[in-house]
Each structure stands twice: as structure tokens, then as C-alpha cells.
């Protein structure tokens, strides 16, 4: 219920905010009861999920040991803060960031009470196992792209390329990210 109210509240929001070049909000047309409806009852239903979580921390030492708990908290403290900025004009993109980390956490949220069922039991076992093994080939992309990024700088003897003018001493590591991607457009960064 919380997540289909969010997604609601969120369009809702991006329909009726016009908002300028510099990301300012200039014009708010969303109807007050509307959206004060769509928080507070979002505000109900995460602050019921909160007491039950402050009734789980005082019972169970080891609260804290696995991820869902955490996920849990971040998710009801996100979604308060994504509120207060929410009617601050000139915090748009933080209320946009703080928009999908929302959204984001409401999404694992949904998979933990999947995980109840027989069906998506296995599958969202699955995905956190992937999940958790997914961390090692990051970490090995990432040494991959620097390790480009510096024989590139190597062998161009750290001349800037124009496709990247605007990102000075990073434009090779950036090539080689866009090159692991398979991005061979060299459309430059300085517009």
C-alpha cells in the first residue's frame, strides 16, 4: 500500500512541478490535499512499520545483522526527509535523489514480504545471492578501467583528448568506462 501511495504521491509531483534550467521549482500546481492525503498516509503507514521495528529492536540483540533491518530504517528516515524537502523550492534535486532512494528501498522492501511466499521465495533468494556475489566483479571492473585509464594516459603522454576537454585529468578513465559499456559514439563532453 505504502509503495502504490509513494508512486502516486511521486507522479503526482512530476506532472503538476515545473521546474527550471537550474533545477529550481518555479511553478507548484499540485493541490495541497492531495498531496498532504498521499504523505500523511504514507507518514501512517511507515510510522506503523517503525513502531513494530523499535518493538523488534528492544526483543532481538542481533536486530541489526542482517540487511532487511537496515533497509527497513533508511526507508522510513528517506522518506520523512524526501517530505520536508519535498516543499523546499530550491531542493529539487535532493528530493529527486531522495525520490528513487525511496523507491529504491520500497522495492526491497517488497521483495522481503515476497520472499514469504512459495513462488518468489527461491527467486528473491536468488537475486540476494547475486547480489552479494556481484561485489567481486565490480570491484575487478573497476580495477580493469583504471588500469585502461592509465595505460591510455600512457600512451597518449597525457595529452587531452577534445572529446573530453571538460573532464581534464579523468578523460581517459572515462573513455575506458564508456568503452566497457560499449559506447563508441565521440560525441564530446564540452557542450
Known sequence: MFFILNILDIYYSILYKEIDDNSIVT????SPIIYITFEALC?????????HEIRQMKSIKEHFSEIWNWTDLLLILAYFVMVFFDHDENAYILTTVLQVLVVSLAFIKI???LRIYEGFGFLVSLMSGVFNDIQYFFALW???IFWFGI???ILFRGALSE?????DQFSYFM????????????DP???
Open 111 to 113: 521483495c522481503f514480504f
Open 175 to 186: 573513455s575506458s568506462y564508456r568503452l566497457s559499456l560499449g559506447d563508441f559514439e565521440l
Open 151 to 153: 595505460v591510455f594516459a
Open 142 to 144: 573497476i580495477l580493469f
Open 189 to 191: 563532453f564540452t557542450n
Open 163 to 167: 572529446t573530453y576537454s571538460a573532464l
Open 27 to 30: 511553478s507548484d500546481g499540485r
Open 43 to 51: 507518514g501512517v503507514i511507515l510510522l506503523y512499520f517503525g513502531i
